[in-house]
């Protein structure tokens, strides 16, 4: 039943070839994949039910019938189980006939129940919780990764133009979401990569503020904090602007997002502590007086998911690494006046950075 | 610290109640809610980051500075709790606060993670894997719910029925979905229930297609699987059609559905087995030598996510009760033919049913 490597197309190819260097150095026989997005990095197989178990000599995609032509298709090289029942018991049956022992899995993304059931399915073999080998990986976007970022920008970013010209007053919060995720999606987004934030006036000071009936007037402020998923990669973006006379302090709160924005972007670089560039910012926000009302991190890596490693925040234990993209979104929120959080998508190259984004940040 | 049980609004009060009960029966001193659908369910509060620990005597709401407007507002009653950071710490601190023993929680819905490192730090208080004490709650939906899920379906009817009359030669899937799900939004949908699934001709045999770039042409059948999500509560649809002359098979199999359809409703009744209700469609679709290619469930409860309680296929153990809301959704898939599935919603009344959806079953 062993696969000919050679068979296996790149990206996967390097990939499984990483994943088992780790199992090789941590005594494993065998790794149990869950997420489906790590399914997806390693094997090319999207289907949204579905688990790998990776040896060093085969790949196993198990998943149900329902997918049987796309991993076929997506991961041809792949043994492929399709299950008749859902649970552990075709997992299980699948491990125990690999005659593994040692397998590790990823204790964030497996149930207690699947761990419960599973484990003593399989025994004398073991699940053991491991590090995650795949989320280091993951981090370090391959060029083919960053191509399709930019699409991911690319879309978010027309949409985001198109929709603009269309406000005018009396449109609800709602409606602009609705829009700039419809402009999405026709360019060739699969979705939002999260739901359209859109906010007006004092809306716009809670961070995580679903869109709603409020209808716009001009002299208010709009957030919108927005992205596209386009061939499976994400963008992320937030943008502040206005037409007619804003509130004296909410000019203030946007420069002042604008000068930690810039300067954050300047610190991003190979080698840097992703804790170091969030400091950037704070200290900047923190010495306009504003430290307090900027009560998020900086930002945070992406690509399969709209958060991922690295981590960019305070505690964050991170260095960057060329390949990595991650946002920079310094915020300040005053409840009664609106938040202001300008966001763009930076790639670490070998020498520093380059912002993927090319919305001007300027109203 | 102890909160009046009378200041808790309905429903509130009632699910409060009956999951104390619960508790009671079994033994346990509190139970640990992370499933944010069940979080919603039980206190009312929607964050999309928190926890409830609920005793006879508390509601415990763990979440984080951005969700803490919100939490106020939509949770007054609860002991609310702002984590600083993220992890177990702070769960932890809050249950050893409350000094209970034995604390409950569904297997499912923790990560090994979670259980390994929260069950270190609260010892000698034990966590309990435990039978889901609220899945049966929620599988029957009180008038309330039962409102909200109507108005899912009407968001979602009206925008078909808008889409319909757009949908010309050479318009692709991407742009029918994107087109379908804006007319959602605008309606007031916080979003698609689930990604909307359309598919031109021969797609249509993929039960799970992703929606491309096929250009329609009118001898082409349409399968289009969508519903909305209005203030939390989901709806799911399918109606397949055309207006050119189709293949003369997918006539007859789009005619086997559509009794199957009509069939399995005839059967949905309180005390009826889910898996009977299955069987009358399945017996149908058998007889008419289409068996094999009806190979998944006839149907599923929806509520707060478009998937929960009761499952309706072959090996449910669920009986219908009063209240419950499921889908019926007989298909056959013929690859190279097309695919044809109709899905209509059921909710199961004190003395039979009554269909809520309303859109024609016939092209």
Known sequence: MAISRASVPEPYAARLASVRDTLTRRKLDAYFVHDRMDQYWLTGFSGE?????????????????????????????????????????????????????????NPDQVSVREFNELGKLIRPARLLATDDPIRPLRMQKTP?????IRRAIHVAEEAFKAVRKWIRPGVTEREVAAQIEFEMRRRGAQGPSFPTIVAFGPNSSLPHYDSGDRRWMDSEP?????????????????????????LPEYR????????????????????????????????????????KEFNHALGHGFGLRVHEGPRVGRKSKDVLRPGMVVTIEPGIYIPGVGGARIEDDVLVTETGHEVLSSLPTTV
Do not use: M
């Open 252 to 291: 203030t709160i946007t420069d002042v997002v604008r000068q930690a924005h810039d300067a954050a972007i300047e610190a991003v670089r190979p080698g840097a502590k992703a804790a170091s560039v969030d400091a950037v910012a704070r200290r900047l926000i923190t010495k306009a007086g504003y430290g």
């Open 144 to 148: 083919g990764e960053i191509d399709r």
């Open 49 to 105: 039910d579905g688990s790998v178990v990776l040896t060093a000599d085969h790949v196993v995609l198990l998943t149900d019938g329902r997918f049987d032509e796309a991993a076929t298709r997506e991961a041809p090289y792949a043994r492929k189980v399709l299950r008749k029942v859902r649970g552990p018991e075709a997992n299980a049956k699948e491990i125990k006939r690999l005659r593994v022992r040692r397998i590790g899995f």
């Open 222 to 246: 709009v957030l919108i904090d927005w992205g596209a998923q386009v061939d499976w990669y994400c963008s992320d973006l937030t943008r502040v602007f206005w037409t007619g006379a804003v």
